[in-house]
């Protein structure tokens, strides 16, 4: 069924834009560079996090969502206070910047 919103309730969501444009690639590689080998383990955001993903794949499923898939080339967006499960399935490398 299609329910309202509970009250209180913030639907998290993870935005991904799978071709990003140019002015944003450059600005990324200016970012830190996070990698991760093929793994399962739950995380949390404290701030929200833009992360550009160089090579690999994970599947992010935030707690009581959808799975979301990203890839390399993809930019990704995580909403502060959202807590998920990463599955990462080849290993992943991103550049990443906090908001």
């Not at 799978?18 to 996070?34: G, L, M, N, R």
């Not at 833009?50 to 994970?58: A, Q, S, W």
Request: charged fraction near 25%; hydrophobic fraction near 30%.
């Amino acid at each position: 069924g299609n329910q309202g919103r509970r009250g209180g309730v913030v639907r998290m969501s993870i935005t991904v834009e799978s071709s990003p444009d140019a002015a944003f690639i450059a600005e990324a590689k200016k970012w830190p560079t996070w990698d991760c080998e093929p793994s399962k383990f739950p995380w949390s955001y404290s701030q929200e996090e833009t992360c550009y993903v160089l090579t690999g794949k994970v599947t992010v499923t935030p707690n009581g969502g959808q799975p979301v898939e990203i890839k390399a080339g993809d930019k990704a967006t995580f909403p502060k206070g959202m807590g998920c499960t990463w599955e990462v399935h080849e290993r992943i490398e991103k550049h990443y910047s906090f908001n």
